[in-house]
T-cell receptor
Framework: AQSVSQHNHHVILSEAASLELGCNYS??????LFWYVQYPGQHLQLLLK??????LVKGIKGFEAEFIKSKFSFNLRKPSVQWSDTAEYFC????????????FGTGTRLLVSP | GAGVSQTPSNKVTEKGKYVELRCDPI?????LYWYRQSLGQGPEFLIY????????DSGLPNDRFFAVRPEGSVSTLKIQRTERGDSAVYLC?????????????FGPGTRLTVL
């Protein structure tokens, strides 16, 4: 069975600080990896995804993530956060074979202070 | 275009009652998913439809939970004899196709509170 671990449950940063949110997954096969974001009062939306190819993927709003297969990791990064990045961030995985349900981590709440 | 919509946005019910939660997927999306998100947790998969049929219902917690999608578009999640532990946000998502790399688009959710 697949599982996802997000190491940080709450992160507080000042504007312009750099961000890195950890995500590790457990699955023996080929996977698709996702980061979803939920802004206050809004629904989940896709931030970025990795299916294959370049392990460094770029998403919306300046976010990027790097897939490191040997570490089973898919950490999310942003060089300089803004107050508007305050949100909850979820890492998710599914197997790359036909339909597979998304398995989510428990989420990381990010608060960016102005 | 319109995204995934869910009604009601909030539902408060008493223990033992029956509830129905509705999901309208994005037009043209053949795949529809239900997830449940409890407080402090990430969404957990419940059931997936491809067209009208439930292709995978392995996430339904017990036989009090049932979902239908009779015409391959709107879906209804039905919960019988609700329990306080059913309180959660129920999320619906849809996607164009069924392979793992199809993006799932989420609705705003229905917050269910069982008193």
């Amino acid at each position: 069975a697949q599982s996802v671990s997000q190491h940080n449950h709450h992160v507080i940063l000042s504007e312009a600080a750099s961000l890195e949110l950890g995500c590790n997954y457990s699955y023996g096969g080929t996977v698709n990896l996702f980061w979803y974001v939920q802004y206050p009062g809004q629904h989940l939306q896709l931030l970025l995804k990795y299916f294959s190819g370049d392990p460094l993927v770029k998403g919306i709003k300046g976010f990027e993530a790097e897939f490191i297969k040997s570490k089973f990791s898919f950490n999310l990064r942003k060089p300089s956060v803004q107050w508007s990045d305050t949100a909850e961030y979820f890492c998710a995985v599914n197997a790359n074979t036909g339909f597979q349900k998304l398995v989510f981590g428990t989420g990381t709440r990010l608060l960016v202070s102005p | 275009g319109a995204g995934v919509s869910q009604t009601p946005s909030n539902k408060v019910t008493e223990k033992g009652k029956y509830v129905e939660l509705r999901c309208d997927p994005i037009s043209g999306h053949t795949a529809l998913y239900w997830y449940r998100q409890s407080l402090g947790q990430g969404p957990e998969f419940l059931i997936y439809f491809q067209g009208t049929g439930a292709a995978d219902d392995s996430g339904l917690p017990n036989d009090r939970f049932f979902a239908v999608r009779p015409e391959g578009s709107v879906s209804t999640l039905k919960i019988q004899r609700t329990e306080r532990g059913d309180s959660a946000v129920y999320l619906c998502a849809s996607s164009l196709g069924t392979s793992g790399n199809n993006e799932q688009f989420f609705g705003p959710g229905t917050r269910l509170t069982v008193l």
